[in-house]
């Protein structure tokens, strides 16, 4: 299949090239004109944080349902003199005059009377609207930033918090993942065409790709972030599988091949390695379809078809851009290039291997050990959700996180709502005002408000200020404290339901629930990939020994995390304003993201490794000659994803920022301590053990052949 796959594309390859062409340009129209709205919408239907969230919009609190945002302002002469007052009150004004369903609470009506601190110097207005698209939310934000600029009031100042108001940075960190990729790439190869080859066709695949990811929003929940994150490892897997091909292309023509040959050998031989490789990293990907959120589905699904669409340009339009090419291929070439190659038995990897081999034992204890000493902090791991204390502290919303904790105790920023349906009334009123004197006497909470009803009185909120910040673990206590002790004796006398939500309470809700499902998944992937890998060699130590090995080095990678996002070590080197807890969604989806991709890894050097030892049965030989021959490229191709995963913790978005760090460094550890130290070493303690596998099991096994076929020239 994949001959006649090389032979169509290489022959038609005008044909192929025009098609890709107008596919791209098509998906990108399409998704420009019918593509739907990416929202980052993390609810947990039937979780008591939703059922508050839906119980708001059912009875008329629709502002409160939409998304919250303060306008904060501090003035050391004080936010009660007559030119401060006069000038927020007026800008009030105008936003309600220009913005549509805006509910603002200021300072100076009864309502917001303990929306001005203590020292009269810093007050902010409660401003809620009614739930709108992500674009109208972007639009709002710029229209309220320009209103706040417009004023100019000596010693006032104003900030904006909410994320609407967030800044974007000015530069595109793909970009520079793509500028890293190129010098790797020229490194590589020595030929400025062979590093443009890799390049072109991983921007066909994500432009297709990002194009459907938009034209699924309009049918499924998609994150804001899911198209960056998808372009993110768009990016590194298209370029590393063209890679991949394009070596082995220029390796046939080096071997004295015609250009159609040499590309039918590519295709048959890293081509079938990359099909393998990308299948492998759909299927982890999917497998977060068995979260059963709607999120994380979007998420998986985004990440899925960027793979899936690089991996299907590096065999369909590849071959076809290799046919305009020819021997070309080394056009432009740099001085390095010669001695970039050689005989495989002359590289220092081969050597390094033979270092491996001599003493294996200590080789597979140091790395082994390193990993378990990098995923120790993950004992310490907590989920949760980052806010806009994360920020930077130029950021307009980081500034007026800061002003609220520093005028109203830290947990102002995270207040939480109790709500319940009133059908006795008044009766129902009373026992919540009950509930609210009985919270303003719990420990742990600031203050809580006075029952406020709807206009039918039939449901009403009370809102709750904690003394810990939304992010601390002491704020979590208190959720489950008023959901297990203080809420249900009132539910019980009064026949109420008062639901605990709120935004720290939402958090709470679903870092619970992806700690639930996060064994269920890690293990129906692990179980997956171990029969895939025992399918392909024929072994039942190779796939054992990978998924163990693949496992510590995404907990290692994990463990890093932990010291520098929940521990804040090193975390100004990263940009983030402080340390808190992980992405709830972050372990799932780099755990997916990570395994695929080191499959990719093990397949292309095992494969290597099993044919080497089934043409001499030479275990040692085999593992030193497979090594030598596959280090460069994984080297190469780790490197270009380390670079374009790397990119992205220089970007704004603090979430982004622990996929890209988090799939840096499991990337890097895998492509030097599990590929170079800890599998040479292992297969050597192995021996010829490495290929065993039960006579029965042999034959009920489905074949999955990853090598060449027999026709390959």
């Not at 706040?148 to 994320?163: C, P, W």
């Not at 369909?316 to 851009?321: E, M, S, Y």
């Not at 309470?505 to 639930?516: C, E, L, R, W």
Request: glycine content about 10%; aromatic content about 8%.
């Amino acid at each position: 299949m994949m001959r006649s796959l090389a032979v169509l594309c290489y022959r038609h390859r005008r044909l192929v090239l025009s098609g890709w062409v107008l596919l791209l340009v098509g998906l990108i129209v399409l998704s420009q004109t019918a593509g739907g709205e990416t929202r980052t919408e993390f609810s947990l239907p039937g979780s008591e944080s939703q059922r508050a969230f839906d119980l708001l919009e059912e009875h008329g609190f629709a502002t409160r349902a939409g998304e919250p945002a303060q306008i904060v302002f501090q003035a050391d002469q004080g936010v009660n003199t007559r030119a401060i007052q006069q000038s927020m009150t007026s800008l009030f004004s105008t936003i309600e005059q220009n913005v549509e369903n805006v509910d603002i609470i200021s300072p100076y009506e009864p309502a917001g009377a303990r929306q001005i601190s203590a020292d009269g110097k810093v007050a902010y207005a409660e401003m809620n609207l009614a739930d709108r698209s992500q674009e109208d939310y972007q639009a709002v934000g710029e229209k309220i930033r320009e209103l706040r600029d417009a004023i100019d009031v000596d010693g006032l100042r104003i900030e904006l918090g909410g994320t609407m108001f967030i800044e974007e940075v000015g530069f595109s960190s793909e970009l520079i993942g793509i500028s890293g990729a190129i010098i790797i790439l020229l490194i590589a190869f020595g030929s400025v065409l062979a590093m443009g080859l890799p390049i072109v066709t991983a921007l066909f695949g994500i432009g297709c790709g990002i194009a459907l990811v938009g034209l699924s929003a309009h049918f499924l929940s998609i994150p804001e972030f899911a198209s960056p994150a998808a372009a993110m490892i768009g990016i590194g897997v298209g370029i590393d599988y063209a890679l991949f091909i394009v070596t082995r292309y220029r390796q046939g023509l080096h071997d004295g091949l015609e250009p159609e040959p040499a590309v039918i050998l590519a295709l048959d031989t890293a081509g079938r390695a990359v099909i393998f490789a990308g299948t492998t990293v759909v299927i982890s990907l999917m497998g977060m379809l068995l979260i059963n959120l709607d999120a994380m589905r979007g998420l998986a699904i985004s990440a899925s078809l960027a793979v899936l669409m690089t991996m299907l340009a590096s065999v369909t339009l590849l071959p076809a851009v290799l046919g305009f090419v020819g021997r070309k291929i080394d056009a432009l070439g740099l001085p390095h290039r010669k001695q970039a190659e050689g005989d495989t038995r002359q590289s220092i990897w081969y050597r390094w291997s033979r270092v491996i081999q001599r003493r294996p034992w200590p080789a597979a204890a140091i790395g082994i050990g390193l990993l378990l000493v990098l995923a120790t902090p993950l004992v310490s791991l907590r989920l949760g959700f980052g806010d806009a204390g994360n920020r930077p502290e130029t950021d307009t919303t980081r500034q007026a996180y800061d002003l609220i904790s520093t005028g109203f105790g830290p947990g102002a920023n995270g207040p939480l709502l109790l709500a319940a349906e009133l059908p006795n009334g008044g009766q129902d009123l009373a026992a919540l005002q009950d509930l609210s004197d009985q919270l303003n006497q719990t420990d742990g909470i600031a203050f809580a408000s006075p029952p406020f009803p709807n206009g039918a009185e039939d449901a009403a909120i009370i809102q709750v200020i904690p003394t810990t910040a939304p992010q601390d673990e002491a704020t979590s206590d208190l959720v489950e404290h008023l959901r297990d002790v203080v809420v249900p004796p009132v539910n019980a006398t009064s026949g109420l339901d008062v639901l605990v939500g709120g935004a720290p309470a939402a958090v709470i809700d679903f870092s619970n629930y992806t700690a639930g499902v996060l064994p269920i998944f890690v293990g129906a992937v692990l179980i997956l990939s171990f029969l895939l890998l025992m399918a392909v060699f024929r072994s039942l130590l190779v796939p054992l020994k990978a998924v163990i090995v693949n496992l510590l080095s995404i907990g290692a990678a994990m463990g890093v995390l932990v010291a520098v996002f929940q521990w804040g070590w090193g975390l100004s080197l990263v940009g983030v304003g402080k340390e808190g807890p992980i992405e709830a969604w972050a372990p799932i989806m780099i755990f997916a993201i990570v395994f695929g991709l080191s499959m990719d890894y093990e397949v292309f050097l095992l494969s290597r490794i099993r044919e080497e030892y089934d043409r001499i049965h030479d275990n040692a030989t085999a593992v030193a000659d497979g090594l030598a021959s596959t280090a460069r490229v994984i080297t190469a191709a780790a490197a270009i994803m380390v670079c374009v995963f790397g990119s992205f913790v220089i970007g704004a978005d603090p979430a982004l920022k622990i996929m890209g760090l988090g799939l840096a460094v499991a990337v890097f550890l895998d492509a030097t301590i599990v590929r170079l130290i800890i599998v040479p070493a292992l297969m050597e303690l192995f021996g010829d053990r490495n290929w065993w596998i039960p006579n029965w099991l042999d034959r009920i096994l489905p074949t999955l052949n990853v090598e060449p076929s027999s026709e390959t020239v």
